[in-house]
């Protein structure tokens, strides 16, 4: 399998044997949640063609929190936006639950870099965007909505409009709004990028904690290793364009997650870990413009 040789070629004897993962979790796509089978994106543009996805062959199972980590540009966005059907494949299929995603779906949710609430709307109102604009009985959603919100700490803000909130919270509250209706899939896109170090450790740590209950299948993109391995139950690594997942890891951290697994050695080992394969894979794109 592509995937499995490439890591192992990266990763030479190193010590993340024990956490690799094993073989993609189903050989035939119906066993599998999420697959993307030989998926490659090619964009045409003006000054020719830019391959973003070179490659992806991957399997997620049902309840999967997997972290993509990779350099600017490598085509993350873009195959996130591909699961979602925003984008087609240029080569390739990507199947969810048996059925080929082929467009936009209305029941996947979406958070990212900047939470784009509605200024004139009160937190509440934008949890409910959604269900409104799906023309949902906004009724049946409320109690979810409250209960949202008070897991991610905002109870109390309910009607207070994003300007009186700090960007973290407004983070939350589109965190709210992407799980408002049940997604099957959450697609996160460097959601807390824009947040200063505090609040973003506080994001990491709110979403865990949405994570523990919810337990929602979900891709989350970042650039920040420690981000992606606090919060995922699997890493995928990333090369630069034209991009390969070049690695891919089973996290060994139980759940409830708690925020002192950060200073264990095992978590620290495997960021370092990662590092090396991010940093691996940057020499071996410069090596190839060179070539
Ligand atoms: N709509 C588009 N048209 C043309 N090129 C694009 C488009 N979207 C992204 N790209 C290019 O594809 C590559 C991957 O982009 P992207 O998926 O946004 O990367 P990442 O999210 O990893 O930073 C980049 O070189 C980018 O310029
Ligand atoms: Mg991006």
Not at 124 to 145: C, G
Not at 158 to 175: T, W
Not at 241 to 268: G, W, Y
């Amino acid at each position: 399998m592509d995937i499995q040789g490439n890591a192992a070629s990266a990763a030479g004897d190193d010590p993340a044997h024990a956490w690799r993962h094993p073989q993609p979790v189903a050989a035939d796509r119906d066993a599998a949640y999420l697959s993307l089978r030989q998926v490659r994106k090619v964009y045409q543009t003006r000054s020719g063609d830019v391959e973003a996805v070179g490659l992806a062959n991957l399997d997620i199972a049902a309840g999967e929190f997997v972290s993509i980590l990779g350099p600017s540009g490598c085509g993350k966005s873009t195959l996130l936006s591909m699961v979602g059907g925003l984008e087609g494949v240029t080569e390739g299929e990507i199947w969810l639950e048996g059925a080929r995603v082929t467009g936009p779906r209305r029941d996947f949710g979406y958070i990212f870099q900047e939470p784009t609430l509605l200024p004139w709307q009160s937190v509440l109102d934008n949890v409910l965007f959604p269900i409104r604009t799906q023309k949902r009985p906004v009724a049946e959603y409320l109690d979810e909505a409250h209960r949202l919100l008070e897991r991610v700490g905002l109870g109390e803000f309910k009607d207070r409009r994003p300007r009186e909130l700090s960007g973290g919270m407004r983070q939350r509250v589109a965190l709210c709004r992407g799980l408002i209706n049940d997604p099957r899939l959450m697609l996160m896109d460097e959601p807390f990028s824009a947040l200063d170090a505090i609040s973003r450790d506080d994001m990491n740590l709110a979403l865990v904690r949405l994570w523990d209950s919810y337990h929602k299948t979900a891709l989350f993109v970042t650039h920040s290793i420690r981000e992606a391995v606090f919060l995922a139950d699997r890493v995928l690594v990333m090369t630069a364009r034209p991009s390969r997942i070049v690695a891919d890891l089973r996290l060994p951290f139980a759940r409830p997650r708690d925020v002192t697994v950060q200073d264990t050695p095992e978590f620290n080992r495997i960021c370092a870990w990662l590092r090396d394969q991010i940093q691996a894979g940057y020499a071996r794109a410069a090596q190839a413009s060179v070539e």
